[in-house]
């Protein structure tokens, strides 16, 4: 459980990481975190032990369908 709450949090920052301002506008866009960036978030999960392999293995396998339903 204490994993699948830290996997939520990696993956919630990377999801605010992903807003940006350009040319100093007010205005502020959010944007969702690409595949890639998931996947290395993913990862870097997996190796500091924040989730197991199976876990990595699942929530990878998630993201790449989620690909194909786009």
């Known amino acids: ?9 990696l993956l919630a ?5 992903g807003c940006i301002a350009v040319g100093g506008s007010d205005r502020i866009e959010a944007r969702e975190p690409t595949i890639g960036r998931q996947l290395q ?3 870097v999960a997996r190796d500091t032990g ?6 990595y ?14």
Do not use: N, Y
Not at 13 to 17: F, K, L, R
Not at 60 to 69: F, K, N, P
């Open 50 to 55: 924040a989730m197991t392999a199976e876990e």
């Open 41 to 43: 978030d993913l990862k």
């Open 13 to 17: 920052a990377a999801g605010i990481s």
């Open 57 to 70: 293995d699942r929530t990878r396998q998630a993201i790449l369908a989620s690909v194909e339903h786009r």
């Open 1 to 9: 459980m204490k994993r699948m709450m830290i996997v939520g949090l």
